[in-house]
């Protein structure tokens, strides 16, 4: 029985730490990420995460559509959007 819980409890204690230090974090990160995608609305200044700069033209459940500086308009993927810039 020593055997089995001195083999066991290195191999438990292993997964928590990786849970807490790698696992755990990696959900917040993403439950953040999709709670900013979710909330963007029409008007936002956003980057795309191919480094696309753009104002949010129209947004439905799936896409959006982004006006570029030049007035030009693009369609993207709502999973797209790396980051809402702040309106100075």
């Known amino acids: 029985m020593e055997g089995?819980?001195?083999s066991v409890l290195p191999l438990l204690l292993m997964f928590a730490i990786f849970y807490f230090l790698l696992i755990r974090p990696q959900q917040k990160r993403q439950?953040?990420?999709r709670q900013m995608q979710e909330s963007v609305?029409?008007?936002d200044?956003?980057?795309t995460i191919g480094g696309f700069h753009g104002?949010?033209?129209a947004v439905d459940e799936t896409t959006?559509?982004?006006r570029a500086g030049d007035g030009s308009k693009l369609t993207y993927d709502r999973a797209?959007?790396?980051e809402v810039k702040k309106n100075d």
């Open 55 to 57: 104002m949010i033209e």
């Open 64 to 66: 959006i559509v982004l």
């Open 41 to 43: 609305q029409k008007g």
């Open 45 to 47: 200044r956003v980057v």
């Open 80 to 82: 797209a959007i790396r």
């Open 4 to 6: 089995l819980v001195g």
């Open 31 to 33: 439950k953040q990420t």
